[in-house]
């Protein structure tokens, strides 16, 4: 990429001088002609910036790869971060099934800390459909929960915006997405501090989350939280999200972790009181006296 942007800046800077100088021989040429003949045609020699090439740095800017926001998740909760146009990623989220929680270190150890009692999976896949806009579908295993939802990535932190804000808009269903369904409206709001540190508030509405109970209900959550790198490749992480309105059984769902970045890729090997990963399983907490190990495994296509 820098050999690249070198090559660039050796092509363009040497165009750039050289129609500097024949728009300034131009105009002594045309002050010898006299004063209003020259500035009759002084206007047309201006030109605006180039748009295609803003447009193309911009549009590269995303393929560049975000130190302080590697991924698309922090654990469970959306992050800002932008897909290239008609770029794709796929995403691994798998929480074993035993409490770290109950029994002793010995019953934990002979369990090999949860492994051994299988594990709660899901798959996602994200393409960039128009520019700043994600699609994506995911399914879980619990409750065999279908979840379709797109992003809108509508401010970048950049200049005079001092954060990044995106919209989420979402419907999940169980039963492969035949009954229980809960659509979701939210927004992401990030802001960076360099190249070390990301920090997040994602207020979600979910409707239907009593569904179980066949109630109709509603939740709203806060989700917070934040990645800190602590190495080139690695980064320490931690969310909450505390119900402050309509349904909220049990307590509110909290995770931490530490991930590692090679590439593309994404390994994040996690910790919660939980195992939703879908905004409506988020809207109904985590289990009380529960903490359960998972990870994320993350691969970009651009």
């Known amino acids: 990429m820098m050999v690249l942007c070198l090559l660039c800046s050796w092509h363009v800077t040497p165009h750039i001088y050289a129609r500097l100088v024949s728009i300034g021989l ?4 045309l002050t010898a002609l006299g004063p209003r003949r020259a500035d009759a045609q002084s206007t047309p020699t201006a030109e605006p910036p180039n748009a295609s090439s803003q447009a193309a740095t911009a549009a590269s800017d995303e393929r560049v790869a ?28 798998h929480r074993f ?9 010995g019953h934990q150890a002979g369990n090999l800390f949860g492994l051994d009692q299988g594990a709660v999976v899901g798959f996602e896949y994200r393409f960039a459909v128009v520019r700043h806009v994600q699609a994506a579908v995911y399914r879980t295993a619990i409750d065999k929960t279908f979840q379709f939802y797109g992003k ?19 419907v999940e269903g169980g039963n492969n997405f035949r009954d229980r369904y809960a659509p979701a409206l939210g927004v992401v709001v990030s802001r960076t501090v360099g190249d070390r540190f990301a920090m997040y508030v994602a207020p979600v509405w979910v409707h239907n989350t009593a569904a179980v109970l066949k109630v109709d209900r509603d939740t709203t959550y806060i989700g917070v939280g934040g990645r800190l ?7 320490v992480v931690a969310e909450t999200s505390p119900r402050v309105a309509g349904y909220s059984p049990d307590k509110p769902a909290f995770a931490f972790g530490v991930e590692k970045r090679a590439g593309g890729h994404l390994f994040q090997l996690n910790f919660g009181n939980g195992q939703g990963t879908t905004f409506g399983q988020t809207a109904r907490g985590g289990f009380p006296h529960a903490l359960f190990m998972g990870f994320n495994l993350a691969r970009k296509f651009f």
């Open 26 to 29: 131009l105009g002594l040429a």
């Open 229 to 235: 790198r602590v190495s080139p490749t690695v980064y």
């Open 152 to 170: 809108y990535d509508a401010v970048h932190q950049r200049g005079s915006a001092p954060v990044s804000i995106s919209g989420l808009v979402s």
């Open 97 to 105: 099934n035993g409490n770290l929680r109950n029994g002793s270190f």
């Open 66 to 93: 975000q130190l302080a926001e590697p991924d698309f998740r922090l654990i469970t909760l959306p992050s800002t971060l932008r897909l290239p146009l008609h770029k794709s990623n796929f995403q691994l989220t």
